[in-house]
Structures are given as C-alpha cells and as structure tokens.
C-alpha cells in the first residue's frame, strides 16, 4: 500500500511554535481558473526562540509566485517551497511582516477543503486543516490572528462577496469588477475562516441581542430557494435568544450571515460570523421535506451558532482537543432541542442514535477515546465518538453537579477563557474551581475508549426488610488499550413499589447513595437499603445517566411492570426496548418461542397505543421494537443479519397483527386535514402514525395497501416519504412504480434526489445491489457530490445491513471498490463510507472472511489518500 505522507501525530508531542501570527491581511483575486491570494501575515518570534530559527509555514496545492519580508523580496536561498509548506530560512528576530502570492484552481478542488466552486459559487471549508490549501500559513488551532479580507471578483459571476467579520467597505471597480472588504475583530485561528463570492438570493432578517445590539441576519442561497430558508432563518433566532437565556451568552457582531451550498463534505461549519451550510440542513418546505428534516435544520443551525461561544470565542489547542468544542456543542443543541420540543423524547432519540453509531464504533475496531492522545488523520476524528459521546460526558457531569453547578461551572470557562485556544484540562478546572469538587477519576471519560458495561443483581430479605444491590462495572478492551480503569457513574435510579409508586427507604449503606441517584466509583459497590417494606421493582440509569450497557437480572414481567409504572419516561420506553430484545434473541438463537412474553408484550403495546397520558411522538418511539443492528451487537459474535433480519420480522407480526384492527383504527383517528406546520405536536401526531403504517405493513395483510394509498394521497413529504420508505424497504409489489412515481414528481429538486436513493440502497431484496450498481453507472448521475454519493452508497453500507453483508461478499465488494474509486478526488467521503465495514469482526464466519478479502484487496491499491488508508488500517487491526 503506498499513500501520502504517513505520520502519526501524537498529543504528548504538543508545543506552541517558534513563531506567532498575530494579524493577517489577505486579497483574494477571484477569477474562473485561478484565483491570486495575497497574504501579509505579520508575524512575532515568541520569547525564547533562538536566532536561525526556521520559520515553518503549511501549505498544499499551493503555486508560489511572489514572496517578500518587510517588502523586500526573499532571495531563492532564503526560503523553500515543497508539498507540504514553506520555510523561510532565518527569519528576523522581530515583528515582521511575511508577504506571499499564490495561485490556487478552486475549480478543480474536488477535495472540498480550502477554497473550491459549488455549482458556480466560491466558497471555503476550512477546518480542521484547509486553511492551508489557500495560503502558506501556521494552519493550526492555537494560532489567534485578526484577519482583514478584501476580494475582488466579476461583478456578473459574483454579486456577493461575503467573509467573516463586519463589512468595512465594498464598491465598483468600474471595469466590470468589484471589490468588498471585510474586517473580523476576534482573533481566531485560521480554521473558522471562510469566504463566499457568487451569484446567491438571500432572505434577510434583524435580532436584538439582550443588551439591545442589533444583529443583521441574512441567508444566501442559489436563486429561487429564498422562501426555503424561512425555517432556518427561524431557527436561528431562537437560537440566538436560547443562548442568552439558558446560558447568559449573546451574540457579538453586527452582522450573522448563513450560506447554502450544495457541495459539502459534512454537515455545516461555524465559521465566525459566517457559517456555511450543505444545503439539506437550510433547505425545507413542507412538500420537500419531513418533519425529521425541519427537526435537523432547527438542531444544526442551533449547533453552529452555538459554537460562536463554545468554539469560536473559546478554541481549541490543538486538535486533540475537538470535542473541547464538539462535545460541548452538541450537549448545547440537544438541550436546546429539549427545551424546545419534548425533554423526554428528545433523549430517546439521541440514545437510539447513539447506540446506533456510537456504541459499533466504540465497540469495533475504529474505537477511539473522545479526547485521542495520536492520529494519522485528523479528518477521521470527526465522529460520533468526539460528538456524541463527547456530549454523553458532558451530559454526566451536569448530572453530577446539578443544573445549578453544572452554571456556575460554565460562566467561569467563559470568564477565564474567552479568547483562548484551551483544554479538556482546562474545561474540567472550571467545574472543579466553581464546585470545589475533584474531576480527577472524572477525567477518564475522556481519555479512554470502549462502553463500560454495568452489572446489576438485587436481592431482597422480608424478616429484616432489607434490600441490596450488588453493582459492577467492566470495560472490555480496545485497539490500543488492554487495561481499563473505573470510570465515575452517575446511576440515576428509583424503587418502585408492588403498586407501582416510588418507594423509599430509612436507611443505606455501602455505597454513595442521595435520593435519586447512586454514584459507582468503584469496580463494584454493594449497597444496602433498610426500611424496605416490600420488594421493589428498581429502575437504573433513568435518562440515560451515563453511557453504558446494563445488565440485571430483571424478569420480563419486572421490565413489563416498568414498562407501565416507572416514572421516568426514559425507562418506560427502555423497558419495552429490553422485552422485545430479549425476545428476538431468543428466537435468533432458535429457542422455544415464549407465547406468554409474546403475548404480555402485545398487551403492553396496546396500552400504549391506547394510553390517554403518553404524548404520540413518545408512543411511536415505544412502538419501534429495536433494529437489527443494535440486535446483532446484543448478541455479540458470529451475527448473521438474515437470521436477525428473519426474527424480527417474525416478533413485529407475532406482536403486531393481534392489534391489526385497533392499528388501523388509530391510524385513521389521528388523520388530519390541518395545514402542516413542523411543530412538536404536529410532528408527533405524524411519527404515531406513520409508525402504524410501517408496522401494518409487515405485520398486516392490507398494510402494503394502506401505505401505497397514503403514498398517493400525501400533501406533505413526511407523509409521503415514510409510505415510500416502508413500501421500498420491504420491497413489496409497490415498491418499484412507487419510485418510479417519486422520482419524476421531484425531478429536478436534488435533496429529494437524495431520499429516493437512500431508499432505493436499503430495499431488502436482492437485487437491491444490482439497482444501486446501475443508479452509480448511469453517466447522469452526479458523481462528485457528497450528499448524492452517500445517500445511495453510504445508505448501503451503513443501512442495509443484510444486503451490505450477503454471504457471496458481493456487497462488500461493491463498496471498497467504490471506495478505491471516490478516493482518487474525494478522500473524506470514500473514507466516511468505508467506515461501514466497523461490524465486519463480529460477523459469522463466511461473511467475515468475506469482508476480510475485499478489505484486503482494497489495501493493494496504489495510492490510497491518507484518509483511507488510516481507516483500513485500523479496520484490519
Ligand atoms: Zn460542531
């Protein structure tokens, strides 16, 4: 295997460099082909460094053609140019001012990083390392600079011209071209960067902060979307007044500016005062989009705008540190999205989603700690590790101290480090400085990998009326880390009496025990409560306190007891989780079928469905029995997804048809002919239906019926999407003139594209690979955009996982050859979708030899990007 350049970087190593950057001053030539960067970087000595010292600058892809100190040209022995930067050779041991010009080709940047063209716009994508593909510069972290921008551009081809900061000035240059200047009064690192120059609508809009400043808000779009931003536009100003009230921070320019653009590696990006956006998390009108999308364009506008504070005006050190700001951020939106819609729903839905990409990665062969101490690459450090389970972490510490604590904690990190490129050290000091308490044991959360699995079993003594649980925990190792240490649990817990009320108790020991929650330091605890007049039926973890896997030695009819009584939604919903579980394991392993548990597990589905107090979107959660991934992680080794696929469908109809008639008769009730509106409520009503219509169509004879009559008759696309999807998945007799159906409706409009070939990759049937290799070959199929390419082949890889994993390994094939393929123009892409082959360990043994060959065979490929092959490497072990 040859690639590029291959260096692990490790955290130990850290240093701040020799030089410092402390202003910058850049002029951007725009122009089709080549676009001329002028950049007066000036430039200190930082105290201690020795004369000769070498000033070494990053820079790729980059044409020099013009380099001066102070205004003096540099002779050809003074610097060196090569791939990887610039070294000037002795540079003054002053303040000094580094001139450069380069040519750059955005045109041809199919990486997406630096600065490329989307559909005739410029735009930029700078984090974490793109900087660097525009000038010769200290592309990381810790370097703070202000920055001053001028562009120049066509006035015809580039209307706007928008970077971070305030406008300073803009006008004609007469001769078709015209200029703007933009100043960002904030120091920051060169990461947050951004420029935008094209021919773009906009929706306008103004906020008044708190203490009355007012804020200008504009989103761009290509032309003719304007009336789709309304949402986004909504979002944000909800954001921004969230975040003065829940954690005292206000928004500190005068301008907010948001841009859509259709080709983007991931998800958005917040650069300062400028966050640019991929155009599925802006767009959404009720025929175009569902209610999940509305929900996520609320969510990431929240997260980016967020980052102002918690990434922007406090960095990172070094990019060890991402979930510094990752993890923060995302604790940030989920709240957001909690207080805004329903607390309760919300977790459920972050824990479904962390389970289903956190806990595989966490527990395969990519497993890496949120605070990582090396890398090859950084770009594949963006994960659900750093996001997810870095907000799980910060989660646990607000439960820990208190909302109260949890505050006061927060406003000393932004009083001691706004305007600093800091630490996870330096994070966990607030809390211990605010609280007077020791993180220390805290700590490990961030430094280690791997789900920490709990055991618990409970015993109960009536003659002295007393109850015990012995507790444990167990993390089982990872690439790179043999030994584990105990982490700090927060355990969240309840009793609960034979009448189904909360029970308590005169007495504990042996363990560190307040009213609602146990505190597991330890390996193990026994803890013993006295005064207990009954057995109690206990409840752990509720709200998911902390990220782990449970084991107790709970009954199914315990778990359906807390399926009806417990207090915690949370567990209400987990509980019914555990009970289908256990079921369809039992059947994957081939057991005698438990009709009672079967049967008791109908009968609480029905309450459910039934329940007069359970808001719909909560009811739709607990009708979704677990999905097969999460089953096949359950149990562990030598999966194979058919059998899984097989139970489970079994479960849903031994569990569902009994309820066929009353399905129905809700899904008709809760039809509605008000006009859409994207609200919780709404929403909610929506998911309980459609969730009956997904299971009526396995579960019911009329079901497929049902759904194609719904399909027709939608008047919103979260209606008519999820009839598509339910039809398209199990791949009944609608299921082809249905797409057929969904794809002329929408020609022309690309995200809806993207919905058609996310179904289109996950149909169950056989010939799904077939379809998916001729959607890829047609020449019209646009193959450089992310969003195209990972709808329809990353949808296959990470959501189909019986057809992914046939046992002929023709899936895994098709996708390492895609894979070789995106590669050679788009390594972040290829490299995100082969992380769909995390499972492949765990799989029996004709697939997983399988999955090892086309792996193998992927590895002789010549000149795999850096992204790549550090994924594959580590995929192999
Ligand atoms: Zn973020």
Same mark, same amino acid.
Request: charged share 25%.
């Given at each position: 295997?040859r ?6 970087i490790? !955290?130990?190593d850290y ?6 950057i402390v ?5 951007f ?6 676009t ?5 970087l000036?430039i200190?000595?930082?105290e ?7 000033l ?16 003096a040209p540099?002779v050809?022995?003074?610097?060196a ?12 041991q002053?303040?000094?001012v580094l ?7 955005p ?8 600065l490329?063209?989307s559909s005739g716009?410029? =735009?930029?994508?700078c ?12 592309? *990381? ?10 562009m ?12 971070n ?11 078709g071209?015209? #200029?703007?200047?933009w ?6 690192p060169a990461?947050?960067f951004?420029?935008v120059?094209?021919?773009?609508? &906009?929706?306008?809009d103004?906020?008044?902060?708190g203490?009355g ?6 989103i761009y =779009? ?16 909800r954001?921004?007044?969230?975040d ?12 907010f ?5 259709s ?19 802006v ?6 989009a569902?209610d999940?999308?509305y929900?996520?364009?609320?969510r ?8 102002n504070?918690t990434?922007?005006?406090?960095t ?6 991402? =979930?510094?700001?990752?993890?923060l951020?995302?604790?940030r ?13 919300k977790?459920?839905?972050?824990v ?12 395969g062969?990519l ?5 990582p101490?090396?890398?090859?690459e ?5 994960t659900?590790?750093v996001?997810?389970?870095?907000a799980?972490?910060v989660? @646990? ?6 909302q109260?604590?949890? *505050? ?5 990190? #932004? ?10 050290e330096?994070?966990?000091?607030v #809390?211990e400085d ?6 220390t044991?805290f ?11 709990v055991?618990? &079993?409970?015993?109960?003594?009536a003659?002295s ?5 012995s ?8 690439p ?10 927060p ?7 034979p009448n189904?009320?909360?029970?308590g108790?005169?007495?504990v020991?042996g363990g ?17 409560f006295s ?5 109690p039926v206990?409840?752990f973890?509720r709200?998911?306190s ?15 007891f807390?399926?009806?009584?417990? &207090? ?12 289908g579980?256990?079921l369809v394991?039992?059947?994957v392993?081939?057991k005698?079928? $438990?009709?009672? %548990?079967?049967?008791a597990?109908?009968?609480? @589905?029905?309450?459910t ?15 979704t029995?677990?999905?097969?991934? !999460?089953?096949g992680?359950a149990i562990?080794?030598d ?15 031994a569990?569902? *048809?009994?309820?066929a ?11 509605s002919?008000?006009p859409?509106?994207p ?8 998911a ?9 169509v396995?579960?019911?004879?009329e ?9 027709r008759?939608?008047t919103?696309m979260? $209606?008519?999407?999820a009839?598509?999807a %339910? ?6 007799a $609608? ?6 159906d ?15 070939l ?13 379809r998916?290799?001729a959607?890829? %070959? ?15 082949v990353?949808s296959f ?7 992914f ?7 895994f094939?098709f996708?390492?050859?895609f ?10 892409v ?7 082959f ?33 994924i594959?490497?580590?995929m192999?072990?």
């Amino acid at each position: 295997m040859r690639t590029e350049t291959e260096h692990t970087i490790y !955290l130990k190593d850290y240093a701040p460099t020799p030089y410092t950057i402390v202003s910058v001053d850049l002029d951007f030539g725009i122009a089709p082909d080549t676009t001329k960067v002028r950049a007066q970087l000036t430039i200190e000595p930082r105290e201690g460094t020795a004369a000769g010292t070498p000033l070494v600058l990053d820079g790729e892809e980059l044409k020099l053609e013009e380099i001066a100190i102070d205004g003096a040209p540099l002779v050809l022995s003074a610097y060196a140019a090569d791939a990887n930067g610039l070294t000037v050779v002795n540079p003054p041991q002053r303040r000094f001012v580094l001139e450069t010009l380069v040519a750059i080709t955005p045109e041809t940047n199919t990486r997406l990083m630096g600065l490329y063209r989307s559909s005739g716009v410029w =735009c930029t994508q700078c984090e974490p390392e793109g900087f660097r593909r525009i000038t010769y510069y200290l592309d *990381r972290p810790d370097i703070l600079a202000t920055f001053k921008v001028r562009m120049t551009a066509d006035e015809a081809l580039a209307p706007v011209l928008l970077a971070n900061g305030n406008l300073v000035s803009r006008g004609s240059l007469g001769n078709g071209q015209h #200029f703007a200047v933009w100043e960002d009064p904030f120091p920051k690192p060169a990461y947050l960067f951004a420029l935008v120059a094209g021919d773009l609508g &906009s929706i306008t809009d103004t906020y008044t902060t708190g203490s009355g400043r007012k804020v200008d808000l504009a989103i761009y =779009c290509a032309h003719g979307k304007e009336e789709q931003c309304l949402w986004a536009m909504d979002s944000l100003k909800r954001s921004m007044a969230w975040d003065e009230k829940r954690f005292g921070r206000e928004y500190d320019l005068d301008v907010f500016n948001i841009v859509a653009v259709s080709d983007f590696n991931f998800g958005a990006m917040e650069n300062k005062g400028l966050n640019i956006f991929n155009d599925r998390l802006v767009f959404a009108r009720p025929e175009t989009a569902t209610d999940a999308d509305y929900e996520s364009i609320e969510r990431v506008i929240a997260h980016e705008y967020f980052h102002n504070w918690t990434g922007n005006r406090i960095t990172c050190r070094d990019w060890f540190q991402l =979930c510094l700001k990752e993890g923060l951020t995302v604790y940030r939106d989920q709240e957001f999205t909690s207080d805004e819609r329903s607390r309760a729903v919300k977790r459920i839905s972050d824990v479904v989603t962390l389970r289903a990409t956190q806990f595989p990665e966490d527990g395969g062969p990519l497993a890496h700690p949120p605070r990582p101490d090396h890398y090859r690459e950084i770009n594949n450090f963006y994960t659900p590790t750093v996001y997810e389970k870095g907000a799980e972490v910060v989660r @646990m510490l607000a439960t820990l101290l208190g909302q109260d604590g949890f *505050r006061k904690g927060m406003d000393l990190y #932004f009083e001691r480090h706004d305007g600093e490129a800091t630490t996870i050290e330096a994070f966990l000091k607030v #809390f211990e400085d605010a609280n007077e308490v020791d993180l220390t044991q805290f700590k490990t959360w961030y430094l280690q990998a791997g789900t920490p699995k709990v055991t618990v &079993s409970d015993s109960y003594d009536a003659a002295s009326q007393t109850y015990t649980l012995s507790i444990s925990q167990e993390t089982a190792p990872t690439p790179g880390e043999p030994e584990k240490s105990d982490v700090v649990l927060p355990i969240k817990f309840g009793l609960i009496g034979p009448n189904g009320s909360p029970m308590g108790w005169s007495g504990v020991t042996g363990g560190e025990v307040s009213d609602d929650m146990i505190v597991l330091r330890g390996k193990s605890a026994e803890i013993t409560f006295s005064g207990v007049a009954s057995r109690p039926v206990p409840s752990f973890f509720r709200e998911f306190s902390a990220p782990v896997n449970l084991e107790t030695d709970l009954t199914q009819e315990d778990r359906l007891f807390l399926a009806r009584h417990d &207090s915690d939604p949370f567990n209400r919903w987990q509980a019914l989780q555990d009970v289908g579980l256990a079921l369809v394991k039992d059947m994957v392993a081939g057991k005698q079928t $438990d009709e009672g %548990a079967i049967g008791a597990l109908s009968a609480a @589905m029905d309450d459910t469905l039934a329940s007069g107090s359970l808001d719909d979107a909560f009811k739709a959660l607990a009708l979704t029995l677990p999905d097969e991934q !999460l089953i096949g992680r359950a149990i562990g080794k030598d999966i194979d997804p058919e059998a899984i696929h097989r139970a489970r469908v079994a479960l849903i109809r031994a569990v569902f *048809r009994p309820l066929a008639g009353k399905m129905r008769g809700a899904y008709v009730a809760l039809g509605s002919d008000a006009p859409y509106q994207p609200d919780a409520v709404q929403a909610g009503r929506r998911a309980l239906r459609n969730r009956l219509m997904a299971l009526l169509v396995t579960a019911d004879p009329e079901g497929p019926a049902l759904a194609a009559e719904q399909y027709r008759n939608a008047t919103n696309m979260t $209606d008519r999407f999820a009839a598509l999807a %339910a039809i398209g998945v199990a791949w009944t007799a $609608d299921a082809a003139p249905l797409l057929a159906d969904f794809r002329t409706r929408f020609a022309g409009d690309p995200l809806v594209f993207d919905k058609w070939l996310a179904v289109s990759a996950r149909a169950e049937d056989e010939g799904v690979l077939e379809r998916v290799q001729a959607i890829l %070959a047609d020449p019209t199929f646009p193959k450089n955009n992310p969003n195209r390419l990972r709808s329809l082949v990353g949808s296959f890889a990470m959501n189909n996982p019986v057809q992914f994993t046939r046992a002929d390994g023709a899936g895994f094939r098709f996708v390492t050859q895609f894979v070789a393929d995106v590669d050679t123009r788009n390594p972040q892409v290829a490299a995100r979708v082969l992380t769909g082959f995390r499972v492949w360990p765990m799989l029996e043994a004709t697939r997983r030899e399988a999955a090892r060959e086309a792996l193998t065979a992927l590895k002789e490929s010549e000149g795999l990007s850096r992204n790549t092959s550090d994924i594959l490497t580590r995929m192999l072990g």
